[in-house]
């Protein structure tokens, strides 16, 4: 159709003559339209029967698109909305809305442990060999000062106890959150150094551990062979205040203990802890400033040949880390 004020085609000779002015054409124009409109209109209603629309040009219901159609519906979208004159349903407005990427909410973990929170804590940091000045930095644990935290120590060969307490509790992270339990890092070698030891203790009291291990290895003299839990003592002085997390600090302990024994086959420290495993410490930060049940374990003596044999092997180290994860499934209760 022609919607302006130019003149319209020209008429058959038969049925006006060519001297008449086309504006006194219209009425033999008229008739010819309206003779046409029964056509025109059978020719619409047979459209709309055979394509299914229905009132409004709209079809007579919501038809979802594949979800490609609707993750695309970018550029493409807005301008087909600008070509498009017709009303949306309220049904198409709210599908038309809804975030193409929404999906259903993940499912709960299952398991023995689920929900339950534990916090590992690998031991000191590899660059706070770099870092000394920052790491020498003195920090309060509630009974006096001390420095933020230590290099560590090396085996002869110079693997670095750093790297051996992030692997091993990279390992455990992955049994426990296989058993359903959420695993909170106090570092994963995200972070040139540290964290100081006020803040591992910090980051296991408010994630509301159900348990805290601070995984280490020990570096004294030969000779000097297997492993030991550290629990903390009764504490109570400025931010310390241990006199909660005795108790279940050491049922956690000893829990470790004998299943670390038995998954590794090491024996208990032939140098401390009179062959209990167990020592308990009043000078460690880690253990003065938490608030939730926590033990150190070190796994081994990196300085004598023997025990550092069984340290660099990763095997061993996945030994360790099914000891440490079933004796903290033994005092959740799990």
Request: glycine share 12%; aromatic share 4%; hydrophobic share 35%.
């Amino acid at each position: 159709m022609r919607y302006d004020d130019s003149p319209p085609p020209p008429e058959s000779a038969a049925s006006v003559s060519p001297d008449t002015p086309w504006y006194a054409r219209r009425s033999t124009l008229a008739v010819a339209v309206a003779a046409l409109a029964p056509t025109a209109l059978a020719g619409w209603v047979l459209t709309q029967v055979l394509t299914g629309s229905g009132p409004g040009g709209q079809p007579p219901g919501p038809k979802a698109l594949p979800a490609s159609h609707t993750a695309g519906a970018g550029a493409h979208g807005a301008g087909d909305a600008k070509a498009s004159t017709a009303t949306p349903s309220p049904a198409a407005s709210a599908s038309a809305s809804a975030p193409a990427s929404a999906s259903a909410p993940a499912a709960p973990a299952k398991g023995p442990l689920a929900g339950r929170t534990v916090v590992i804590d690998p031991g000191h940091n590899t660059g706070n060999f770099k870092h000394t000045s920052e790491i020498d930095r003195q920090v309060d644990i509630g009974t006096n000062l001390k420095e933020c935290d230590t290099t560590g120590t090396t085996t002869n060969s110079g693997y670095m106890e750093a790297e051996f307490t992030l692997d091993v509790s990279r390992r455990t992270r992955a049994l426990l959150e296989s058993k359903g339990a959420k695993v909170v890092f106090t570092h994963d070698a995200d972070r040139p150094w540290g964290p100081c030891i006020d803040e591992r203790a910090r980051i296991g009291n408010e994630a509301k551990a159900d348990a805290v291990v601070s995984v280490h290895a020990d570096g004294v003299s030969a000779g000097n062979r297997g492993f030991h839990i550290i629990l903390p003592a009764t504490v109570k002085g400025g931010a310390a205040d241990t006199s909660k997390i005795v108790g279940p600090s050491r049922d956690l302990g000893e829990r470790i203990a004998g299943n670390f024994a038995r998954s590794t086959g090491s024996a208990p420290a032939n140098y401390l802890g009179g062959g209990t495993g167990l020592v308990v410490r009043d000078d460690l930060g880690g253990l003065n400033l938490s608030t939730r049940p926590k033990v150190f374990i070190e796994c081994g003596n990196m300085r004598d040949a023997k025990d550092a044999a069984q340290l660099t092997s990763p095997e061993w180290r996945q030994k360790a880390a099914e000891g440490i994860t079933n004796g903290i499934v033994g005092f959740l209760g799990g």
